[in-house]
C-alpha cells in the first residue's frame, strides 16, 4: 500500500508521464539506431525544431486562456517572407526582424480583436487568419523570388554559435524560460489561467477575461513572428506553404505536455517537452529508415493518444487528491476523538 501511495503520488505530478515516455522512447531508439545520440544529430534536429519550440510558446497561453490560434503555422510563414523580403532589398538585418516580428503581432492584432471584441469564435477567426496569411505567403513568393539575401549579419541572427549551440537555440531557451516566469509567477499569468479556467468566476473576481486573452493573442503572435525571422535566417530561403502543418505539431505537442484543451491548466516547459517528444520520435523514425510520409499520421494519433492520458491522469489525480483529503480528515477525527 505504502508502494501503491507512492506510485500515484509521482503520478499526480504534473508532466511526470510525458517526461517517463520521453526517456523511454530516447532509450529505445538509441538501441535502434547508432545514429540518434550522436550530438551532431541531436544538435540538428533540435535546430531545426527552433520555430516550433517559439509558436508553442505562444499557442500554450491562448490555449490555457481557453481559445485556440490555428494561424500560428501560416503566420511564421509569411513572417519569414516579409523578414526575407526586407533583407534582400538591402535593409539593414535589424530592420528585417522588426518588420518579421510586427507581421506576427499584426495578425495577432486581428485574432485579438475578432475574438475578444467582436466575440467571434476563436476556431473561426483563426481558420480565417491562416488562410489569409497562408494567401499572403503565396502572393509574395509568386511576385519575389526569395532565394536568398547576400546580408551575412541576417543569416548570422540564426546561425552564430556558442557553447556548442547556435544562437536560434539560445534564443528558444530564453523566450521558454522568460515566458514560463510570466505565466507562473506575474499577475498576467494567474489572470491568464483565471480566464481558462471559468470566464464568470473570474469576471466575479474582477478579472477582465476580454484583455487577458487579447494578451494571449499578442503574444502568440508574437512569437509566431519571431520564429519566422529565425527560420528566414536559418534556410535563406522562402517557399510558398513554408511552414505549413506547423499549427498541427504545436497542438500535438501542447496537447502531449498536458496542456488542456479545455483550458485553465498547463505550463510551457511541459508543451515544450512534448514537443521535443514529437520532434525526437519524427528524427528517430527517420534515423531507423520510416517513411517520412507517416510522420504526419503519427502526430495526428500522438494528438488522440495525448488527450486521453491527459484526461485518464488527471481525473486520477483528482480521485487521489480527493482520497488523501478524507483519509487525512478521517485521521484527525480519529486524534480529536481519542483525545
Same mark, same amino acid.
Given at each position: 500500500?505504502?508502494?501503491?501511495?507512492?506510485?500515484?503520488?509521482?503520478?499526480?505530478? %504534473?508532466?511526470?508521464?510525458?517526461?517517463?515516455?520521453?526517456?523511454?522512447?530516447?532509450?529505445?531508439?538509441?538501441?535502434?539506431?547508432?545514429?540518434?545520440?550522436?550530438?551532431?544529430?541531436?544538435? &540538428?534536429?533540435?535546430?531545426?525544431?527552433? *520555430?516550433?519550440?517559439?509558436?508553442?510558446?505562444?499557442?500554450?497561453?491562448?490555449? $490555457? /486562456?481557453?481559445?485556440?490560434?490555428?494561424?500560428?503555422?501560416?503566420?511564421?510563414?509569411?513572417?519569414?517572407?516579409?523578414?526575407?523580403?526586407?533583407?534582400? #532589398?538591402? #535593409? *539593414?538585418?535589424?530592420?528585417?526582424?522588426?518588420?518579421?516580428?510586427?507581421?506576427?503581432?499584426?495578425?495577432?492584432?486581428?485574432?485579438?480583436?475578432?475574438?475578444?471584441?467582436?466575440?467571434?469564435?476563436?476556431?473561426?477567426?483563426?481558420?480565417?487568419?491562416?488562410? $489569409?496569411?497562408?494567401?499572403?505567403?503565396?502572393?509574395?513568393? %509568386?511576385?519575389?523570388?526569395?532565394?536568398?539575401?547576400?546580408?551575412?549579419?541576417?543569416?548570422?541572427?540564426?546561425?552564430?554559435?556558442?557553447?556548442?549551440?547556435?544562437?536560434?537555440? #539560445?534564443? /528558444?531557451?530564453?523566450?521558454?524560460?522568460?515566458?514560463?516566469?510570466?505565466?507562473?509567477?506575474? *499577475?498576467?499569468?494567474?489572470?491568464?489561467?483565471?480566464?481558462?479556467?471559468?470566464?464568470?468566476?473570474?469576471?466575479?473576481?474582477?478579472?477582465?477575461?476580454?484583455?487577458?486573452?487579447?494578451?494571449?493573442?499578442?503574444?502568440?503572435?508574437?512569437?509566431?513572428?519571431?520564429?519566422?525571422?529565425?527560420?528566414?535566417?536559418?534556410?535563406?530561403?522562402?517557399?510558398?506553404?513554408?511552414?505549413?502543418?506547423?499549427?498541427?505539431?504545436?497542438?500535438?505537442?501542447?496537447?502531449?505536455?498536458?496542456?488542456?484543451?479545455?483550458?485553465?491548466?498547463?505550463?510551457? #516547459?511541459?508543451? $515544450?517537452?512534448?514537443?521535443?517528444?514529437?520532434?525526437?520520435?519524427?528524427?528517430?523514425?527517420?534515423?531507423?529508415?520510416? %517513411?517520412?510520409?507517416?510522420?504526419?499520421?503519427?502526430?495526428?494519433?500522438?494528438?488522440?493518444?495525448?488527450?486521453?492520458?491527459?484526461?485518464?491522469? &488527471?481525473?486520477?489525480?483528482?480521485?487521489?487528491?480527493?482520497?488523501?483529503?478524507?483519509?487525512?480528515?478521517?485521521?484527525?477525527?480519529?486524534?480529536?476523538?481519542?483525545?
Amino acid at each position: 500500500m505504502k508502494n501503491q501511495s507512492k506510485f500515484s503520488k509521482m503520478i499526480a505530478i %504534473d508532466g511526470v508521464v510525458i517526461l517517463a515516455a520521453f526517456v523511454l522512447m530516447v532509450i529505445f531508439f538509441s538501441l535502434k539506431a547508432d545514429s540518434f545520440l550522436i550530438p551532431d544529430s541531436i544538435r &540538428y534536429y533540435i535546430n531545426e525544431a527552433v *520555430p516550433i519550440f517559439i509558436i508553442i510558446v505562444g499557442l500554450t497561453f491562448v490555449i $490555457i /486562456a481557453g481559445g485556440i490560434d490555428l494561424s500560428i503555422g501560416a503566420v511564421l510563414g509569411l513572417s519569414a517572407g516579409t523578414s526575407l523580403t526586407v533583407s534582400m #532589398w538591402g #535593409w *539593414p538585418f535589424w530592420m528585417a526582424v522588426i518588420v518579421g516580428v510586427l507581421t506576427g503581432l499584426a495578425f495577432g492584432l486581428l485574432n485579438a480583436v475578432f475574438t475578444t471584441i467582436f466575440k467571434i469564435n476563436d476556431f473561426i477567426v483563426t481558420l480565417g487568419t491562416l488562410n $489569409i496569411a497562408a494567401g499572403a505567403l503565396t502572393v509574395l513568393t %509568386d511576385q519575389i523570388q526569395l532565394t536568398g539575401t547576400k546580408d551575412t549579419s541576417f543569416k548570422r541572427i540564426s546561425g552564430m554559435n556558442f557553447l556548442g549551440l547556435t544562437s536560434s537555440i #539560445w534564443i /528558444a531557451l530564453i523566450i521558454v524560460v522568460v515566458f514560463e516566469l510570466v505565466l507562473l509567477k506575474s *499577475p498576467f499569468g494567474r489572470r491568464i489561467f483565471a480566464t481558462g479556467i471559468g470566464q464568470v468566476p473570474a469576471l466575479i473576481s474582477g478579472i477582465n477575461t476580454q484583455r487577458s486573452k487579447f494578451g494571449a493573442y499578442l503574444i502568440s503572435g508574437g512569437l509566431a513572428g519571431l520564429g519566422g525571422v529565425l527560420l528566414a535566417s536559418h534556410l535563406n530561403s522562402v517557399q510558398s506553404g513554408l511552414a505549413g502543418g506547423y499549427e498541427l505539431t504545436a497542438i500535438a505537442g501542447a496537447v502531449l505536455g498536458g496542456v488542456s484543451l479545455a483550458g485553465g491548466r498547463g505550463s510551457v #516547459w511541459r508543451a $515544450i517537452v512534448g514537443a521535443l517528444f514529437l520532434t525526437t520520435l519524427n528524427q528517430g523514425l527517420l534515423l531507423m529508415g520510416v %517513411d517520412p510520409l507517416i510522420f504526419q499520421i503519427v502526430t495526428g494519433l500522438c494528438i488522440l493518444v495525448g488527450v486521453v492520458i491527459d484526461r485518464a491522469v &488527471y481525473k486520477f489525480a483528482l480521485t487521489f487528491s480527493t482520497q488523501t483529503r478524507e483519509s487525512n480528515s478521517q485521521f484527525l477525527r480519529g486524534k480529536r476523538f481519542s483525545l
